[in-house]
């Protein structure tokens, strides 16, 4: 919050004011709505396009959506869709060659530079944009049209008045209230009679657009009404992760046997990276048009549960289903620490919730911390 702003109240009827607002500053609005029977992000214009009245169910595997008995804008968890898509595309083509006579030139991509408004952006996925803040343009080496995506979002954070089955970011310390890294925060108050936001302002930038919404101060019972809602969804996260000596204990049991337990299950299909809204690894390949003589080098997201990932001069280095998990629960959750100063998950859960079998990080964690030393001693992380 910027020093001298107190909490204001904007109410549901006015909401609208600040999509508008937004619209008039030249951002493209982009928030939840429901498509394909999921919440997912995509523009919104209207108060209408949001999800009022839904919620979601999410348990290992599972996830649906059901109906509320209020109308909640923001009463659900988190989709499968994290923000991540707008900030690091998916696919992104980096260059093209086309031939220019006996010669070519080289055309650099030309993206759309409407800065987007992020409405409705969890606190752990705060902190997520946070942790691909520091890999991608934290450093000596800086992800261009990264940076220039994320230094022109406006983020419009929604403290989370609903705990999914597979949250645990009040044990990451990611959530559930927003504490930083939003221009403007919002917590829903749904009461009989009664609709509102308290807002809290987080930038110069989130001052001017709240601005040209109608607002007041938030009284004293409306602020604690918020705190209340923060409350009580930390009370009732579905899952936990003991975070304590996290990783000296995953790095000194790399030949644990759970790791062979969690592999007979595993897919590897790469849900769970794709999802997560911290991953960040890409692949790159180099394609070529006959018909127009030109060709061009495309990046795509690619996962380290994929073969070909770790795949040196000699072949795949990580060929087995329980080498590949362990390498991605293990530098999640430990090594992540050492390259980057920060764990590499925020427990938002999806990467429970979208795993088509049901493997759930926290409870691989505690089975192993269950045994710790049962089976320790390093090994080669090869096999």
């Given at each position: 919050?910027?020093?001298?702003?107190?909490?204001?109240?904007?109410?549901?009827?006015?909401?609208?004011?600040?999509?508008?607002?937004?619209?008039?500053?030249?951002?493209?609005?982009?928030?939840?709505?429901?498509?394909?029977?999921?919440?997912?992000?995509?523009?919104?214009?209207?108060?209408?396009?949001?999800?009022?009245?839904?919620?979601?169910?999410?348990?290992?595997?599972?996830?649906?959506?059901?109906?509320?008995?209020?109308?909640?804008?923001?009463?659900?968890?988190?989709?499968?869709?994290?923000?991540?898509?707008?900030?690091?595309?998916?696919?992104?083509?980096?260059?093209?060659?086309?031939?220019?006579?006996?010669?070519?030139?080289?055309?650099?991509?030309?993206?759309?530079?409407?800065?987007?408004?992020?409405?409705?952006?969890?606190?752990?996925?705060?902190?997520?944009?946070?942790?691909?803040?520091?890999?991608?343009?934290?450093?000596?080496?800086?992800?261009?049209?990264?940076r220039a995506r994320r230094e022109a979002a406006f983020i419009v954070a929604i403290e989370c008045g609903e705990a999914g089955g597979t949250c645990f970011c009040a044990s990451m310390g990611t959530g559930p209230g927003a504490e930083?890294?939003?221009?403007?925060?919002l917590t829903e108050l749904v009461a009989p009679g009664r609709h509102a936001f308290v807002v809290r302002v987080g930038s110069e930038r989130g001052a001017h657009i709240l601005e040209a919404v109608p607002h007041r101060e938030a009284?004293?019972?409306?602020?604690?009404?918020?705190?209340?809602?923060?409350?009580?969804?930390?009370?009732?996260?579905?899952?936990?992760?003991?975070?304590?000596?996290?990783?000296?204990?995953?790095?000194?049991?790399?030949?644990?046997?759970?790791?062979?337990?969690?592999?007979?299950?595993?897919?590897?299909?790469?849900?769970?990276?794709?999802?997560?809204?911290?991953?960040?690894?890409?692949?790159?390949?180099?394609?070529?048009?006959?018909?127009?003589?030109?060709?061009?080098?495309?990046?795509?997201?690619?996962?380290?549960?994929?073969?070909?990932?770790?795949?040196?001069?000699?072949?795949?280095?990580?060929?087995?289903?329980?080498?590949?998990?362990?390498?991605?629960?293990?530098?999640?959750?430990?090594?992540?620490?050492?390259?980057?100063?920060?764990?590499?998950?925020?427990?938002?859960?999806?990467?429970?919730?979208?795993?088509?079998?049901?493997?759930?990080?926290?409870?691989?964690?505690?089975?192993?911390?269950?045994?710790?030393?049962?089976?320790?001693?390093?090994?080669?992380?090869?096999?």
């Amino acid at each position: 919050m910027t020093e001298g702003t107190r909490d204001r109240l904007v109410e549901r009827g006015d909401l609208q004011a600040l999509l508008d607002a937004l619209r008039a500053g030249g951002y493209r609005v982009v928030g939840p709505t429901v498509r394909d029977g999921a919440i997912a992000y995509d523009s919104v214009e209207r108060v209408e396009d949001l999800p009022a009245g839904w919620t979601d169910r999410q348990e290992p595997g599972r996830y649906r959506l059901e109906r509320r008995d209020d109308g909640a804008l923001f009463g659900y968890a988190v989709g499968p869709h994290a923000w991540k898509k707008l900030l690091h595309p998916p696919v992104q083509r980096l260059w093209k060659a086309v031939r220019d006579g006996d010669s070519f030139r080289v055309e650099a991509e030309v993206e759309d530079d409407a800065p987007v408004a992020f409405l409705g952006v969890r606190a752990c996925e705060l902190h997520a944009i946070g942790i691909q803040d520091r890999v991608l343009m934290g450093d000596r080496y800086v992800d261009s049209g990264y940076r220039a995506r994320r230094e022109a979002a406006f983020i419009v954070a929604i403290e989370c008045g609903e705990a999914g089955g597979t949250c645990f970011c009040a044990s990451m310390g990611t959530g559930p209230g927003a504490e930083s890294g939003f221009d403007l925060a919002l917590t829903e108050l749904v009461a009989p009679g009664r609709h509102a936001f308290v807002v809290r302002v987080g930038s110069e930038r989130g001052a001017h657009i709240l601005e040209a919404v109608p607002h007041r101060e938030a009284s004293a019972d409306e602020r604690a009404a918020a705190q209340a809602v923060v409350a009580r969804t930390a009370s009732r996260m579905g899952r936990e992760l003991d975070t304590r000596g996290l990783p000296e204990l995953l790095l000194r049991n790399l030949d644990h046997p759970r790791w062979d337990e969690v592999a007979g299950r595993c897919l590897t299909c790469a849900n769970c990276t794709m999802v997560c809204p911290t991953c960040f690894c890409t692949s790159v390949a180099d394609g070529n048009d006959i018909a127009d003589g030109s060709a061009s080098r495309v990046r795509r997201w690619d996962s380290c549960f994929t073969m070909e990932f770790s795949h040196l001069h000699g072949g795949a280095v990580r060929t087995s289903a329980k080498a590949r998990y362990r390498q991605w629960m293990t530098h999640k959750l430990a090594t992540w620490v050492q390259q980057f100063g920060t764990s590499g998950c925020v427990g938002c859960g999806r990467c429970i919730t979208w795993c088509p079998v049901g493997i759930d990080i926290t409870e691989e964690a505690r089975a192993i911390r269950a045994t710790d030393g049962a089976k320790a001693g390093g090994g080669d992380g090869k096999s």
